[in-house]
C-alpha cells in the first residue's frame, strides 16, 4: 500500500526537508528567500560534481553529492550572511532574494548547468531515504528546540535588543542559524535532483522560493514539527482535490489557495499550533540549591568600583539628553536614579548597559569600557537589566523567558543533546533549577507555563526582573520596575529589591516612585536637563533644595516627610514602609521579606 | 521519554490521515486491467472490446503552461467527444492538470500507472516529460506526447512516442525556405535563453542558418518574462540584418513583432514554433504581417480531416484551434487507431500498433511513427498573410 504513495510521501519528504531550510532562520525571527538560490547552487554542483552512480554504487554517488550540496549550500550561506546579517525583516528578504534571483540568472547562463534546458540527473532517491533524511533534518530541530541555543534563537525572533541584553550575540547566532538554513537548502536541492531527474535553474525561482517559505509559515514557524506538517498540508490538498473529484483546471488552485488563506487567519501560528505545547518545571527544583552545571561568575567584592563614569554625556541632535555625568557606584550599593521625566535617566542606564554609546566622555563598567564594546560582551561582564516598557519574549513561557535569562551562566546544550549525553540533560536541570529560582524569587512560579504575553502587567515587570537575575549579574540595572504596580505591589517589590542587595549584588534603578526609592536605596541620584542635580544618601537628597525645587515640586521643607507626601503614588508606600528608616537596608531582617524575597542562600563567589 | 512517544503519535496520526484519504482512489482501471476486458474481437472498424479502455493525459492546466494546456484539452475532448460515437471501444478519458509543476507530473504519472492507464497522453512540457516518462517506460505503459519538441524526450525508452515534430524537424526546413524565398545573407537571432523549449529552438536555429550559409551577425538574448524590447531591436537594427530569427514564446513573440514594426524594422522576421499561435495575429495585428512561421501543422490545409476538424472545433468552441489542438487531436485518434489495430488495449499490443503507425490520414497530413519513436509527416512553412497563416511559396 506504500508503494501506491511512494511518490507523495516522498514529495512530502522533500518539501517539508525544503520548509526545514526556512525554519532554520524564522526561529530566529529572519525573513530569507535565499534558500533558493542555495538549493540551486546545491543541486547543481552536487549533481555535477558528484561520481557517477556506475562507478561508485548509486547510494554513495548521492550521498557524496549531498556532502557537496550541503556544503556549497554551507558555504553560500556565509558568503550571503556575512554582508546581509544586519539587515532586517523585508529587507533581508529582498536582499537574499536578489541572491537567488542572481544564482538562477548566472547558472542558466553556464554551459555546464544546460542551461534553461537543465542537467540530468539519475533517480537514486527513494521513499525511504528520503524519510531518513527528513527523520534527520527534523531531529536536529526538535534537539535544537530546548537547547541553550535554540532557545537564544527564539530570544532574539522575539526581541533582539533583550536577547542581546541578556548576553547573546545576536549576529552570531543569526548567522549560526542562516547557515544552517543554508547547509539543510543545499540538502533539499541534491536530493531532489536525485528524485526528479531533470533539474533546471527554473526549478528554483521565485515560486519556488516563495512555497518554501509558505509551507514552513502554515506549518507553524515555532514548533519543529511544523515544517513536516506544512509540507503535508501542501501536498496532500491537491492530492484531496483529486481523490474526491473536483474538476481539473483553476478552480483546484482556487480552492487550495481559500484553504491556505483559512489556516492562516484561524491558525496564525500554522499547523503546529494545534499540537499541545508543554511546559515542563523541574520538580521541587527550586528547593534544591545544586548549581553543579552553571558557569561560575566572578562578583567584585563589595566597595570595589562597578561603575565609573567620567564626563559622560550624549548628544541627539544638538540636544544634551546627558551632560558630564560623573559617578562612581561601588559593589553593594543600591543607587536610585530619580528625576523628571525627560531628564536623561533611561539615556543614562542605556549608556552603562551598552545599548546607547556615548558621544562624550568615558564609562567603564565591571571593568569593561563602554562606547565600542557591544551589548552581549557588557551583559558577559555582570550586567543585566530591565526596560521600561517590558521586553519580554512574548510567544514563550515565562518559564523560557527566565531561561534564556539565565543564558550567560549555562552551557551549551546543543550538540552534546543530538547525541543524548546525559552531561547536556545535567546541564539543561541546572539551567532549570536557576529559572525555578528566579521564579520563585518574584513569586511567579505557579505562572511558569504561562505565556508571557498573557501575563497581568504587574507579573510582567517581576518577569523581567527573574529574566535578569537568572544570568547571576554583578550589577542589575532596573528601569522602572515599579511602573503600574499598586502600592501593595510596589511594598514588595521594594523588599526584593533590599533582599538582593542583601546578596551582594549592586542595583542601579530608576522609579519616579520616590517614596520607594528612598525607602529602598543606599544612595540617591537626582537627574535634571541631563545633569546630575545631587547625589547622597536619601535623608540627603530629600531635604536638598535644588532637588525639590527642580523634581520633588514641594516648598513643604518636611525632610522626612513632607516630599513623598507630595507624591500620590509615594504616599501610599510611605505609610506602608514608616516602620523602616528610608535607608532601611541595614535593617533589613531576612525574615521580613515574607514569600516574596526568600533570602537567596546561592554562595555568591565573591574572592 | 514523553516528548519522543509524542512525536512518534505525531507521525503515526500523519500516516493513517494519508492512508485515509488515499484509500478511494485505488482500484478502477487496475482491475479491468487485470480481467483482462482490455481485448476485443474483431479489427480496425469492427474491434469489440468489452471494457472500457482505461487513458490518462497529463496537462498544464494551470501555471504557466496553461495556455498551451487549454488548447490541448479542448484537442482531446473534441476528438474523445468522436471516438465515443463510434461503437466497438469504449475509451475512459482522465485529463489531469499538472499545474505546470514537474512533481505533479511526476505524481500524476505514478498514479497513471498504477491506476492501470492503458496509455498516458502528455505531458505538455519537454522538461515536465524528462522527469516524468521514465516512471512510464520502467512501468510499461507506453506514452504519447502530444507538445513535446525537445531533443531526446524519445530516446528515454521504446514506451516512449510523440505526434509533435521536434524543433529539429521544423526549423531547419523554415530556414532553407526563408533562405530561398528571400535570399538571406546575414541575419540577427534573438533567443530567450531562459525557457528550455526557446532554447532549444534557438540551437536547432543556430545550426539550421549554419547549414544553410547564412551568416549570424549577432545573438542576442533576453528573458521569457520580457515584454520591452525597444533597446534590443535598436541594437539589432544597427548591423542591418536581412530578418530577424527569433525563438521565443507567444507572450514575448507579440510584443517583440509589434514593437519591431514600430521600430521601422520591416525585414521578414522567423519564428519558431512559439510563433505558431493565432494569437500572433489577434494581439499583434497589421504588425503581424509578413512573420514567417514554421509549423508542424498547415492550418489551411484542406485535407479532409482537416476541414472536418477546423469546422467541429469551430462549432464546439467558437474560434480557430491552434496547433497543440490539433495535435492533441490527432494523438488520441493515433491511440484509437493503434488500440483498434491489435483490438487491444493492453500496453504491450497498444506500444507495439504504436510502432507501425504509417501513413495514417490525420489533421498533421500524412503521419507515420519512425524508427525513433518520433512524429514524421510534412511540415510547412507559413507566413502571415492578411491576418492568417499562409503558406509560404
Not at chain 1, 557591544?374 to 519580554?392: W, Y
Not at chain 2, 482531446?76 to 468522436?82: C, D, F, I, K, Y
Not at chain 2, 514593437?259 to 519558431?272: H, K, M, S, T, Y
Request: proline share 4%; with cysteine; charged share 20%.
Amino acid at each position: 500500500m506504500l508503494g501506491q504513495y511512494a511518490t507523495t510521501l516522498t514529495f512530502i519528504a522533500l518539501g517539508a526537508i525544503f520548509a526545514y531550510s526556512f525554519y532554520a532562520v524564522l526561529i530566529a525571527g529572519q525573513l530569507s528567500l535565499g534558500q533558493a538560490g542555495f538549493a540551486s547552487l546545491a543541486a547543481f554542483s552536487g549533481a555535477y560534481l558528484a561520481p557517477s552512480g556506475d562507478d561508485v554504487g548509486d547510494v554513495a554517488a548521492l550521498l557524496i553529492a549531498v556532502a557537496i550540496g550541503m556544503s556549497v549550500g554551507a558555504i553560500g550561506a556565509v558568503v550571503l550572511g556575512l554582508p546581509t546579517m544586519h539587515l532586517r525583516g523585508v529587507f533581508l528578504a529582498i536582499a537574499t532574494l536578489g541572491f537567488a534571483e542572481a544564482v538562477r540568472v548566472v547558472l542558466l547562463n553556464q554551459e555546464w548547468t544546460g542551461g534553461a534546458q537543465g542537467l540530468g540527473v539519475p533517480r537514486v532517491l527513494t521513499v525511504g531515504m528520503a524519510w531518513t533524511a527528513l527523520a534527520l533534518v527534523a531531529y536536529w530541530f526538535w534537539r535544537m528546540g530546548r537547547s541553550r541555543y535554540g532557545r537564544a534563537l527564539e530570544a532574539i525572533r522575539e526581541d533582539e535588543l533583550a536577547a542581546r541584553s541578556m548576553g547573546i550575540d545576536v549576529g552570531r547566532h543569526r548567522l549560526a542559524a542562516f547557515v544552517t538554513a543554508g547547509a539543510v537548502a543545499g540538502l533539499y536541492g541534491v536530493l531532489y535532483a536525485y528524485y526528479v531527474r531533470l533539474i533546471a535553474p527554473n526549478d528554483f525561482d521565485f515560486v519556488a522560493a516563495v512555497e518554501g517559505l509558505v509551507t514552513a509559515v502554515v506549518g507553524g514557524s515555532t514548533m519543529f514539527l511544523g515544517p513536516l506538517l506544512g509540507s503535508g498540508f501542501q501536498t496532500i490538498v491537491p492530492e484531496i482535490q483529486r481523490a474526491v473529484g473536483v474538476e481539473a483546471g483553476w478552480i483546484r488552485p482556487f480552492l487550495a489557495g481559500l484553504l491556505l488563506l483559512v489556516v492562516i487567519l484561524f491558525l496564525p501560528g500554522g499547523l503546529a499550533s494545534l499540537l499541545p505545547r508543554r511546559t515542563r518545571m523541574p520538580s521541587g527544583a527550586a528547593d534544591d540549591d545544586d548549581t553543579t552545571g552553571l558557569a561560575g561568575r566572578r562578583h567584585p567584592a563589595a566597595g570595589e568600583p562597578v561603575i565609573t563614569l567620567a564626563g559622560l554625556g550624549k548628544e541627539y541632535g544638538g540636544v544634551h539628553a546627558v551632560r558630564g555625568v560623573d559617578l562612581e557606584i561601588r559593589a553593594g550599593e543600591v543607587v536610585g536614579l530619580i528625576g523628571p521625566n525627560g531628564a536623561g535617566k533611561t539615556t543614562l542606564v542605556n549608556m552603562i548597559s551598552g545599548l546607547v554609546p556615548p558621544s562624550s566622555g568615558s564609562a567603564t563598567v565591571l571593568g569593561t569600557a563602554i562606547g565600542s564594546t557591544p551589548v552581549h560582551r557588557i551583559a558577559a561582564a555582570g550586567v543585566s537589566r530591565t526596560f521600561q516598557h517590558s521586553k519580554l519574549f512574548n510567544r514563550l513561557s515565562a518559564l523560557e523567558n527566565v531561561l534564556v535569562g539565565a543564558h550567560l551562566v549555562s552551557r551549551p546544550t546543543f550538540l552534546r543533546r543530538l547525541l543524548w549525553l546525559p552531561s547536556a540533560r545535567r546541564d539543561e536541570r541546572a539551567a532549570l533549577r536557576q529559572a525555578a529560582r528566579c521564579l520563585e524569587r518574584v513569586g511567579l512560579t505557579d505562572l511558569a507555563a504561562s505565556r508571557a504575553e498573557a501575563l497581568s502587567y504587574g507579573d510582567q515587570r517581576r518577569l523581567e526582573i527573574a529574566r535578569a537575575l537568572a544570568s547571576d549579574p554583578s550589577l542589575l540595572i532596573l528601569d522602572e520596575p515599579a511602573a503600574g504596580m499598586n502600592h501593595v505591589e510596589a511594598g514588595r517589590l521594594s523588599e526584593l529589591i533590599r533582599s538582593l542587595a542583601l546578596d551582594g549584588l549592586t542595583i542601579l534603578f530608576i522609579e519616579h516612585n520616590v517614596g520607594m526609592v528612598l525607602q529602598t536605596c543606599t544612595r540617591v541620584v537626582v537627574l535634571n536637563f541631563g545633569e546630575v542635580i545631587a547625589s547622597g544618601t536619601p535623608d540627603q537628597v530629600a531635604a536638598d533644595p535644588a532637588v525639590i525645587e527642580a523634581y520633588l515640586g514641594s516648598a513643604d521643607d518636611d525632610a522626612d516627610g513632607g516630599p513623598l507626601a507630595g507624591s500620590p503614588r509615594a504616599g501610599a508606600t510611605a505609610a506602608g514602609a514608616e516602620a523602616a528608616p528610608p535607608d532601611a537596608v541595614a535593617n533589613l531582617r531576612p525574615g521580613a521579606a515574607g514569600t516574596l524575597d526568600t533570602p537567596d542562600s546561592t554562595p555568591r563567589d565573591a574572592t | 521519554m514523553r516528548t519522543k512517544l509524542h512525536t512518534v503519535a505525531a507521525a503515526g496520526a500523519a500516516a493513517l490521515l494519508l492512508a485515509s484519504c488515499g484509500s478511494g482512489e485505488s482500484g478502477g482501471g487496475g482491475d479491468s486491467a487485470a480481467s483482462g476486458g482490455l481485448t476485443g474481437e474483431g479489427s480496425g472498424e469492427s474491434c469489440t472490446i468489452e471494457g472500457e479502455v482505461p487513458l490518462g493525459a497529463v496537462l498544464s492546466l494551470t501555471g504557466a503552461a496553461a495556455s498551451y494546456g487549454e488548447s490541448q484539452q479542448r484537442g482531446l475532448e473534441l476528438a474523445a467527444g468522436e471516438l465515443a460515437e463510434q461503437d466497438g471501444v469504449t475509451y475512459d478519458l482522465t485529463i489531469e492538470d499538472d499545474q505546470t509543476d514537474p512533481r505533479q507530473a511526476i505524481t500524476l504519472f505514478e498514479q497513471f500507472v498504477s491506476d492501470g492507464a492503458s496509455l498516458i497522453i502528455g505531458p505538455t512540457l519537454s522538461n515536465a516529460a524528462v522527469q516524468a516518462d521514465p516512471i512510464a517506460q520502467e512501468a510499461g505503459v507506453p506514452v504519447l506526447g502530444i507538445s513535446n519538441t525537445a531533443a531526446g524526450v524519445t530516446e528515454i525508452g521504446d514506451y516512449i512516442f510523440r505526434d509533435s515534430l521536434t524543433e529539429q524537424a521544423v526549423i531547419p526546413q523554415t530556414i532553407a525556405q526563408a533562405t530561398e524565398q528571400f535570399g538571406l545573407e546575414d541575419v540577427v537571432v534573438m533567443y530567450s535563453n531562459d525557457d528550455a523549449f526557446t532554447e532549444s529552438g534557438y540551437e536547432a536555429f543556430a545550426a539550421a542558418l549554419e547549414e544553410e550559409g547564412v551568416t549570424v551577425s549577432e545573438t542576442i538574448t533576453f528573458s521569457k518574462s520580457d515584454t520591452d524590447f525597444r533597446a534590443l531591436l535598436t541594437q539589432a537594427q544597427e548591423s542591418d540584418p536581412d530578418a530577424l530569427v527569433v525563438s521565443a514564446l507567444i507572450e514575448a513573440a507579440v510584443p517583440l513583432v509589434t514593437q519591431a514594426r514600430e521600430l521601422g524594422i520591416d525585414v521578414p522576421i522567423i519564428g519558431g514554433n512559439g510563433f505558431n499561435n493565432p494569437t500572433l495575429m489577434a494581439d499583434a495585428g497589421e504588425a503581424a504581417e509578413g512573420v514567417v512561421v514554421g509549423a508542424a501543422w498547415n492550418s489551411s490545409s484542406d485535407n479532409p480531416e482537416n476541414q472536418a476538424f477546423l469546422e467541429a472545433y469551430e462549432a464546439e468552441y467558437g474560434a480557430q484551434p491552434d496547433q497543440f489542438a490539433a495535435q492533441a487531436y490527432t494523438g488520441l485518434k493515433l491511440v484509437d487507431q493503434a488500440v483498434r489495430a491489435n483490438c487491444s488495449a493492453e500496453r504491450d499490443s497498444i506500444q507495439e500498433a504504436l510502432g507501425q503507425i504509417e501513413d495514417v490520414p490525420t489533421v498533421l497530413g500524412e503521419f507515420s511513427i519512425d524508427e525513433n519513436r518520433d512524429a514524421d509527416h510534412p511540415a510547412v512553412v507559413q507566413v502571415v498573410e492578411n491576418g492568417a497563416f499562409a503558406v509560404l511559396e
